[in-house]
Antibody, heavy 116, light 107 residues
């Protein structure tokens, strides 16, 4: 059974970099695609980007190159960095396995608030 | 691709049939349309992928259909645990996008 768990700080200051990690169990990050999605009351569900085992990535153009996703096969984790955050980046952030037609399963989500 | 879900809120009673709609702004292969259920405080859960294929463990009262731009999620007989928010999602064109959701509430 594949399970994912997000971790990271729940509060980030404006203009700083948001950093989150997703720990995968029951599957290897060396296979499949892995993705980050966020959800906010204002924007709903928004796909951030994904990474493949080779390290190849694809991002949502709406984030204007602020997002970086990386994978660490030694710890079976993948990570998200989002730079120059503003209040508009306040959201619940989810990691998930990306099946290239749907997302399944999802982590439980982590609330990240951008505030000074 | 913009996905528009209707209605915004659907009020029904347990045992009734629910029909939720998802309209795409341009033609979309049915292979790339999925439906999710989200309950308060939980992550979305995959129900249907490829427009009509139930995900593992999803009861057969859930079914999906639809070609090109008009997709439907049907719940044949509502159970108390089915009252939640439902989202459609497309992966035919990058970036993947979600609809704004339909809230299914108890009447």
């Amino acid at each position: 059974q594949v399970q994912l768990q997000e971790s990271g700080p729940g509060l980030v200051r404006p203009s700083e970099t948001l950093s989150l990690t997703c720990t995968v169990s029951g599957a290897s990050v060396s296979s499949d695609y892995w993705t980050w999605i966020r959800q906010s009351p204002g924007k709903g569900l928004e796909w951030i980007g994904h990474i493949y085992k080779s390290g190849s990535t694809n991002y949502n153009p709406s984030l204007k190159s602020r997002a970086t996703i990386s994978v660490d096969t030694s710890t079976n984790q993948f990570s998200l960095k989002l730079s120059s955050v503003t209040a508009a980046d306040t959201a619940v952030y989810y990691c998930a396995r990306d099946n290239l037609n749907s997302f399944d399963p999802w982590g439980q989500g982590i609330q990240v608030t951008v505030s000074s | 691709i913009v996905l528009t879900q209707s209605p915004g809120t659907l009020s029904l009673s347990p045992g009734e049939r629910a029909t939720l709609s998802c309209r795409a702004s341009q033609s979309l292969s049915s292979s790339y349309l999925a439906w999710y259920q989200q309950k308060p405080g939980q992550a979305p859960r995959l129900l249907i992928y490829g427009a009509s294929n139930r995900a593992t463990g999803i009861p057969d009262r859930f079914s999906g259909s639809g070609p090109e731009t008009d997709f439907t999620l049907t719940i044949s007989r509502l159970e108390p645990e089915d009252f939640a928010v439902y989202y459609c999602q497309q992966y035919g064109t990058s970036p993947p996008t979600f609809g704004q959701g339909t809230k299914l509430e108890i009447k």
